[in-house]
């Protein structure tokens, strides 16, 4: 007596069956198998391909944060110049536009952002994905290097703004620096 078909026969490449496992061959269905080492072979290749490419995608990676910061710098310096040729000369950040008064990040917000609409919100440092900014007082000296603490190093007073990000780029120019 024949024995009707099993529908899973008919249709292999749309249902899978339990892989089974026999001494040193992995089965998937029925006549199809992989050795152990054939599999450990693959996997093998497959690691020293991701160890050939993964350094290179990295190094793209890296690429984009320095033209992202660099475009981001671009920004915050147009805006704040913008801003001082409309505010006769004063920089954001100072409370009442008051350049005798201390510095604060929140004016520095609050004017580019919610009072002239310079921005949706501060960009951020690529590097570090803080939007934070160091203010730094009339009378102190810029710092001479970055701590990566914060999004940005500001002075109002000079209008100089820098990423605050410890490092340099391929070309051997630090961060700090663009």
Avoid: C
């Amino acid at each position: 007596m024949k024995q009707a078909p099993n529908q899973l026969d008919a249709y292999p490449t749309r249902h899978w069956r339990a892989a089974k496992v026999h001494s040193s061959r992995v089965t998937i269905g029925t006549g199809q198998a992989f050795s152990i080492v054939e599999l450990i072979i693959v996997v093998a290749v497959l690691g020293i391909l991701a160890a050939i490419v993964l350094p290179q995608f990295q190094s793209h990676v890296t690429q984009a944060k320095e033209v992202a910061a660099k475009d981001n710098l671009r920004i915050l310096r147009s805006a704040i110049e913008l801003y001082a040729a409309k505010h006769t000369g004063v920089a954001p950040g100072y409370k009442d536009n008051d350049p005798t008064a201390a510095p604060s990040s929140d004016y520095f917000r609050r004017q580019t952002t919610l009072d002239s609409h310079y921005f949706v919100k501060v960009p951020q440092n690529p590097f570090n994905k803080l939007d934070t900014m160091r203010m730094i007082g009339n009378s102190e000296a810029f710092p001479a290097g970055a701590t990566g603490n914060s999004g940005w190093i500001y002075q109002p007073a000079t209008e100089t703004i820098r990423l605050d990000w410890p490092g340099v780029d391929d070309d051997g120019m630090r961060y700090y620096d663009y």
